[in-house]
Each structure stands twice: as structure tokens, then as C-alpha cells.
């Protein structure tokens, strides 16, 4: 099946264990840094660039859930396209390693640690992955583990 953006569906059996992918790139400014953490995680050190020198981290920085949905816009607008969307089943790891700054250009790379099928929903299957968000200089920024839900072709079965 082929989606709106011309770009072939996945389902499970499109998917295997190892395969890797890489987003485009998302420019980070300091208005979205502060207009994010304004509503979502109002602390200083995200919101006050003159506060934030004071802070552990000698300036602004991303929320970390800031960081969180950029990955996700990422991955949401790739060349992915799982068939029905990118419906998580949930996270069993998310780390920041380093902080996100005004002016960093982040981009994921996806790779496929676990392809099975349901056992209780034979109709789909569940996908582990590991996204690493990384910066301009090839830096950690974000790792997460995550298990989606991914269907079968026509709803097969075993």
C-alpha cells in the first residue's frame, strides 16, 4: 500500500531484526527551547537565558521532553511510514545524556532490536526499537527503547 506522500507502508513482514534507518535533520532555536518549556516544563535553566548561566548547565537547555518530541516529529514525518501509524505499546528506557541547546541540528537513527509476532493478536506484532538522537557534532543526546505495534499484511496469520 502506498501512503498520501507516495512512500510504500510497512507491516511486520516488512520489517526485520537489525534494520536501520536515519531521520532528516531539525534545527533547535532558543524561541522554541523556551516556548516549549514555558508550557510544559517551566524551570529557569529552559525558560531564562540569563538565569540558566547560573544553572549546573552554564546556559539554556532543551527539556528533556522537548528533545522527546523532536525525535518524534522526526520519526513521524520518515521514510518509517508504518502501516496505521506509529502507535507505541510503550518505553522501556529514556536517557538524555547531554543537553540540547539553541543551535544544535538533531537527527535519530532507528534500528530494530526485536521483530515478532503477537501471540495474543495474531492480526499484528510487536517491533522493539532503539531511536538515538544525536546533534551536529555526532554527540548522544537522547536514547530510547520503545515497543510498537506494527499490523500484519491483510490481517495474516500464522
Known amino acids: 500500500m502506498v501512503d498520501s506522500h507516495g512512500v510504500n507502508e510497512r507491516y511486520l513482514e516488512d520489517i526485520r531484526t537489525g534494520d536501520r534507518f536515519r531521520t532528516a535533520d531539525y534545527a533547535v532555536t532558543e524561541g522554541e527551547i523556551i516556548e516549549y518549556a514555558r508550557h510544559y516544563d517551566p524551570q529557569a535553566f529552559h525558560t531564562n537565558p540569563v538565569e540558566a548561566r547560573n544553572s549546573v548547565f552554564g546556559g539554556l537547555v532543551a527539556s528533556g521532553w522537548y528533545t522527546a518530541a523532536i525525535t518524534m516529529r522526526l520519526i513521524a514525518l520518515s521514510e518509517v511510514r508504518i502501516a496505521g501509524g506509529l502507535i507505541g505499546l510503550g518505553v522501556e528506557e529514556l ?64
Open 95 to 158: 536517557r538524555w545524556p547531554l543537553p540540547v541547546r539553541a543551535g544544535d541540528t538533531l537527527h535519530v537513527e532507528v534500528e530494530a532490536l526485536e521483530v515478532r509476532p503477537s501471540h495474543s493478536h495474531p492480526d499484528r506484532g510487536i517491533v522493539r526499537v532503539r531511536n538515538t538522537t544525536l546533534n551536529q557534532k555526532g554527540e548522544v543526546v537522547q536514547t530510547m527503547v520503545t515497543t510498537l505495534f506494527v499490523p500484519r499484511r491483510d490481517g495474516q496469520t500464522d
